[in-house]
């Protein structure tokens, strides 16, 4: 009893550390060390959009697949401490935006490329890579890859119409990724609202941040294996929008075939998505989730009306996805080639 007593105090020494180190993200962590930043990867990502404008919502989705995976039991322990309420598990510590999802499997690791949610789904990693190689040739050994997801994500979205934030800096890369996390942490979509809210209740997200995210689906596109149940068996989807969409998703086959998540707009970052679930055009079943008569109906009307309520919500959510258990400090390392670990 003293021994799991000891264990137990040193963890929570430890998760103090962790509550410090998590407060040195700063929107001027690399003033000094690499002041030219944030205009590297603006101009390789403005290349990329401008040849594909998809790629914006490519690495947006590819920030968030990163953010929501936790490598680690979490238990159900919460500690306190001053200006800090922290989550931690005895045996690793939660992580969350560490670029473990850029990580190619090795013999000692099979990696989250891979997992259900992000197999032939994922994509930008070309993009990711060409950013380090530009961030490099700047300022060696001095960003991670998960800042530079994290820069990347907010410059897309930019790109496309949508709204800026401050993004904090200062994360770490991981050195290990689980598949296994990666399946088990993500939505799918074909989530219920109330799967979607303890997702992200899980992150401690709450169901406007869930609302306001859920928006990023007014740009990029979807495959037809994540959508087809929704348009051939849901009741609550308009009839006219199903049957236009069922023409390049057939009932069997054609599971990557495309189609843009918000109709209207595919590759403008605006608020037509939420005018779609008003109308009942929300391609996948997680989106019209939303709005079925359930507590975020209202919130939805508010973002199909009020496009400047729905940018300030969404940069606001996004600022504190990126907050999700971040690896600061000591933790981790600045990897070389975003791939693989040093």
Not at 100 to 113: H, N
Not at 156 to 163: A, E, I, K, T
Not at 252 to 281: C, I
């Amino acid at each position: 009893m003293a021994v799991f007593s000891e264990r137990i105090a040193i963890v929570f020494f430890l998760a103090l550390l962790v509550c410090i180190a998590d407060g040195q993200l700063s929107p001027t962590f690399y003033r000094k060390t690499c002041p030219n930043l944030q205009t590297v990867v603006r101009s390789a990502m403005t290349q990329a959009v401008n040849n594909e404008p998809r790629m914006g919502a490519s690495i947006l989705r590819l920030f968030f697949h990163d953010c929501f995976v936790n490598v680690g039991r979490r238990l159900s322990y919460i500690a306190w401490f001053p200006m800090c309420r922290l989550r931690f598990s005895i045996l690793e510590f939660s992580q969350g935006c560490d670029g473990s999802i850029l990580l190619d499997d090795t013999a000692t690791f099979t990696g989250e490329k891979n997992a259900g949610p992000n197999a032939n789904s994922v994509r930008g990693y070309d993009v990711i890579d060409t950013i380090k190689s530009n961030v490099e040739a700047a300022c060696p050994g001095i960003v991670s890859c998960a800042d530079i997801v994290a820069l990347a994500a907010r410059d897309g979205v930019v790109l496309l119409g949508g709204p800026s934030w401050t993004v904090k800096l200062g994360r770490r890369d991981a050195t290990t990724t689980s598949q296994n996390a990666a399946n088990t942490n993500l939505p799918g979509p074909g989530s219920s609202l109330s799967q979607l809210k303890t997702a992200f209740a899980n992150k401690n997200l709450n169901a406007r941040d869930l609302t306001a995210l859920s928006g990023a689906h007014t740009i990029g596109q979807a495959r037809c294996v994540n959508f087809r149940s929704h348009i051939y068996n849901d009741a609550n989807i308009d009839a006219s929008f199903a049957s236009q969409t069922q023409q390049n998703c057939p009932s069997s086959g054609g599971d990557n075939n495309l189609a843009p998540l918000d109709l209207q707009t595919p590759t403008a970052f605006d608020n037509a998505y939420y005018q779609n679930l008003v109308a009942q055009k929300g391609l996948l079943h997680s989106d019209q989730e939303l709005f079925n008569n359930g507590t975020q109906d209202a919130l939805v009307r508010q973002y199909s009306t009020n496009a400047a309520a729905f940018s300030r919500d969404f940069a606001a959510a996004m600022v504190k996805m990126g907050n999700i258990s971040p690896l600061t400090g000591s933790q981790g390392e600045i990897r070389l080639d975003c791939k693989k670990v040093n």
